[in-house]
């Protein structure tokens, strides 16, 4: 497992576009890096705060019937709403047997500016979000292609990261600083 620390270059690839980036590790944990590069204090303050509430959204479509998961995640204004696609088809190794393996619902959370970390929590996630996510994710299609799931990815984006939020399941947590 890889040493996170605040203030330092972030160990893991870091994300080239600012975003949220829901991640399974190496080790079957989850982690949701959050990039964004030049924030204003209003945004960073917003940010480190961490979310208010959350919402898990398996999305479908017409034209593909491989379900899609999303974590929507609501912030303090500036910042809202943000989303962060999801699907273990992608995964190539052994990470995401490990994560169904596991029994845990901590989420590491990783503000990055750049490759900077600039905040760190854990946040507990809700055991029925836990149980959603681990049954959708058991249900993707192993090895998808790429090409479907960007075309996934651009029909979840015809929507507004809020009317997502609230066609998903909603919940609430609590979380431990670290």
Do not use: W
Not at 5 to 12: P, S
């Amino acid at each position: 497992m890889h040493q996170i620390t605040v203030g330092e270059k972030y160990t893991g690839p870091v994300p080239q576009q600012d975003g949220l980036y829901f991640e399974i590790g190496p080790d079957g944990d989850m982690q949701l890096l959050i990039q964004f590069k030049n924030p204003s204090h209003a945004e960073k303050e917003a940010l480190l705060a961490g979310f208010r509430q959350y919402s898990l959204l398996c999305f479908h479509n017409r034209r593909s019937p491989e379900p899609l998961l999303c974590f929507i995640f609501k912030f303090a204004a500036p910042v809202s709403y943000m989303d962060a696609p999801f699907h273990a088809g992608l995964y190539r190794d052994s990470r995401i047997q490990k994560f169904l393996d596991a029994e845990q619902n901590l989420l590491t959370v990783v503000m990055l500016d750049g490759d900077i970390v600039q905040g760190l929590r854990v946040v507990g996630l809700h055991p029925e979000a836990m149980r959603l996510f681990k049954k959708t994710a058991l249900n993707q299609t192993p090895l998808v292609q790429r090409n479907i799931y960007d075309r996934l990815v651009d029909d979840l984006n015809e929507l507004s990261s809020e009317e997502l939020f609230h066609r998903g399941y909603e919940f609430s947590h609590r979380e431990t600083k670290q």
